[in-house]
């Protein structure tokens, strides 16, 4: 029996972030993962799929070289080394979730599945697990939607799509979040045809829908055809691994490829989580604002927390959920999920990165408010780079308070950092416009849209008195 003062369930990097803090600090951690170490985020996830966004635009650069006086010819993709290129990035990074790296650190690592015997044990292969607190940190897995004739389908999901290694013919893409969208755009500056279909109203429902719009546009400039309402009434499989999908509407697309992109489900069965008293839903396993389950000892965290842990499934946001979770297990320290801003980024070309209260959102929680703009074409860097597509929009208070940010556009999920450290140090959008910012650079954006705050006030009698009273005085 193994008694350590942490049990780690999942080496995805919620968990990883676990067991290498908790080490560091010198307790005893035991940490099970019964797949590959690393998780979705190495190895079918975040890194695979900027991998490949990568390589998509160094062929659009390529492309569009000769509007700078660069002749570079035609560009020829070879698919077999776009795919070694994506699966040396995992390489690469892959010595840093290790095994071996982990257990250089002090933490037993067991390769296998966990599973609880009662409320206080946790039995992984012939290994019993009593330890003071368990952290469950079993990620999610891609959901499929309920479409007839999808099952018969061989179709892909992101844990399979960075395995192709020959052109697709046609790419179907379901599902127009953040995945599909990315993925689509893509394969499509990587030369495929590519049909995005997503069953709402408009791409990307979570973010403000004047700055998905610029993404919808770029979509449809790079040659995508992007179907929106798009009701899909089955999935009949064709000749030589083709199909074909028949929307609600009698319009019949069809293709060599699809990949479903239709969100994400947190990972909540194998566990036997009813034998030790942890509750789940379709949610996820529920959690407090603490992030403890229904049984006191256990934390979840990560894509598999729900109930007030449940939320955006990004792998920040499990760091974060990591870091809380420590204070509390071993410091005793309270903890409160849900207080900090978090940002989320979808990239595409442009990119689109947000944080806090959409304007729809704002207005219904503040009623009054102010939107500020500055759009990248009015950006001396952003010219001089031919990257002037999309534009900042900030959301704040009639005095001043930050309440969200939205930016489409070049390195929009690095221009969000200010805003984001703003929110979370309360400060005004004053501050943001009084800081120097070097020229000529892309993050002169947000200066620009801050001081679009303090404009109405050069237009206030009493400031244009004081400047008339000033002159007079010499």
């Known amino acids: 029996m193994l008694q350590p003062d942490l049990c780690v369930i999942g080496a995805g990097s919620a968990g990883l972030s676990v067991a290498s803090i908790a080490a560091s600090l010198g307790a005893s951690v035991v940490l099970i993962e019964k797949n590959r170490m690393g998780g979705d985020c190495l190895n079918v996830g975040c890194v695979p799929s900027k991998a490949l966004i990568a390589a998509s635009l160094h062929v659009r650069n390529m492309r569009e070289a000769g509007s700078f006086g660069i002749e570079a010819g035609e560009v020829a993709v070879d698919f077999a080394k776009v795919h070694a ?18 257990r250089a650190m002090g933490v037993s690592v067991i390769e296998s599945e966990a599973r609880f015997t009662d409320a206080d044990t946790v039995l992984a292969g012939d290994q019993a697990i009593r330890a003071r607190r368990f952290v469950i940190a079993a990620g999610s897995r891609p959901a499929a939607p309920p479409i007839p004739g999808l099952e018969q389908a061989p179709y892909l999901t992101n844990e399979t799509i960075f395995d192709l290694t020959e052109k697709p013919a046609h790419l179907v893409v379901i599902g127009g979040g953040a995945v599909g969208v990315e993925i689509a755009q893509a394969y499509r500056l990587l030369g495929v045809k590519v049909t995005l279909l997503e069953a709402g109203e408009r791409l990307m429902a979570q973010e403000d829908p004047e700055m998905a719009g610029v993404i919808y546009q770029a979509l449809r400039s790079d040659g995508i055809a992007v179907r929106t309402g798009a009701a899909i009434d089955r999935i009949e499989l064709g000749k030589s691994g083709s199909f074909g999908i028949a929307l609600s509407g009698g319009e019949r697309i ?5 990949l479903v992109a239709a969100g994400r489900k947190p990972v909540v069965d194998g566990m036997d989580l009813e034998v030790a008293g942890i509750d789940a839903d379709a949610s996820g396993i529920r959690v407090d604002k603490g992030l403890r389950t229904t049984n006191p000892r256990v934390y979840a965290i990560g894509d598999c927390a729900g109930g007030a842990g449940s939320g955006a499934r990004f792998t920040h946001v499990a760091n974060h959920h990591a870091g809380l979770v420590i204070r509390n297990a071993l410091f005793r320290l309270p903890i409160r999920v849900g207080q900090a801003p978090i940002p989320r980024v979808t990239y595409t070309a442009p990119e689109l990165a947000s944080v806090g209260l959409t304007e729809a959102q704002a207005r219904k929680e503040h009623g009054s408010i102010r939107i500020l703009r500055w759009a990248f074409a009015d950006n001396d860097r952003a010219r001089t ?17 930050i309440l969200g ?3 489409a556009g070049p390195h929009a999920g690095e221009l969000i950092m200010p805003w984001v ?7 005004k959008v004053s501050d943001l416009a009084g800081l120097i910012y070097p020229y000529p650079t892309f993050s002169e954006v947000t200066k620009s849209a801050a001081v679009e705050f303090l404009k109405p006030s050069a237009q206030n009698p009493w400031v244009r008195r004081l400047v008339s009273l000033v002159r007079r005085l010499g």
Do not use: W
């Open 405 to 407: 940010c939205s930016i």
């Open 85 to 102: 290129h994506v699966k040396g990035a995992i390489a690469a990074i892959a010595p840093m979730d290790s095994t071996e790296r982990y």
């Open 254 to 258: 069809e293709g060599s490829h699809l």
């Open 385 to 401: 780079e031919r990257q002037t597509g999309g534009h900042v929009k900030a959301v704040v208070t009639p005095r001043g308070r």
């Open 421 to 427: 450290l703003a929110m979370s140090r309360s400060l």
